[in-house]
T-cell receptor, first 118, second 114 residues
């Protein structure tokens, strides 16, 4: 069974540009999550998509946005890049959530996209 | 807001030594708990998880963790580590009403000397 895949592996941009990162979930998974792993800041939750809708958002500015397509793949867009956006961006997927009261099902992670902003 | 603490940032052990990595969280309600491992050059992999039931859960590669609700802890253990256990270990918590987000601890880098 194929795992979560992400592209590109590495992305180099300059300050002010836009970056687009892509994620394909495990077959059968409908929920996709994005996390940022920045040096010194650890893993931080960015966004959760399920059935094409944004369900939850972490403490990040609006220039971090994304979407989920009908095939459940997802894009993360980062506009007006800043130097501190340099990080490893991880995508995870899970089966349909148990529900807000039940919490998440197990999230499986992809290899990440290393974004460098110069 | 929930938070997760891993007090050991770096741990160095010799092969065959026993391992215990601490994880404490701050949230008073129902939680789902996870340990993930990141081997050098690889992506995050699930080691074990606790949703409900027996508070002592067993994972892959001989790892286990114990959920102690009264202490808000979910410590990871292994009775005898191997060189191949060298990796970074992350504890993660999902609060039942937190919109499916995982809150991660800062990670513990484990080095096992052969």
């Amino acid at each position: 069974e194929a795992g979560v895949t992400q592209s590109p592996t590495h992305l180099i941009k300059t300050r002010g540009q836009q970056a687009t990162l892509r994620c394909s979930p495990i077959s059968g998974h409908t929920s996709v999550y994005w996390y940022q792993q920045a040096l010194g800041l650890g893993l931080q939750f960015l966004l959760w998509y399920d059935e094409g809708e944004e369900r939850n958002r972490g403490n990040f500015p609006p220039r971090f946005s994304g979407r989920q397509f009908p095939n459940y793949s997802s894009e993360l867009n980062v506009n007006a890049l800043e130097l501190e956006d340099s990080a490893l961006y991880l995508c995870a997927s899970s089966l349909a959530p148990i529900g807000l009261a039940g919490g998440t099902d197990t999230q499986y992670f992809g290899p990440g996209t290393r974004l460098t902003v110069l | 807001a929930q938070s997760v603490s891993q007090h050991n940032h770096h741990v160095i052990l010799s092969e065959a030594a026993s391992l215990e990595l601490g994880c404490n969280y701050s949230y008073g309600g129902t939680v789902n708990l996870f340990w993930y491992v990141q081997y050098p050059g690889q992506h995050l992999q699930l080691l074990l998880k606790y949703f409900s039931g027996d508070p002592l859960v067993k994972g892959i590669k001989g790892f286990e963790a114990e959920f102690i609700k009264s202490k808000f802890s979910f410590n990871l253990r292994k009775p005898s580590v191997q060189w191949s256990d060298t990796a970074e270990y992350f504890c993660a918590v999902n609060a039942a009403n937190a919109g499916n987000m995982l809150t991660f601890g800062g990670g513990t880098r484990l080095m096992v000397k052969p």
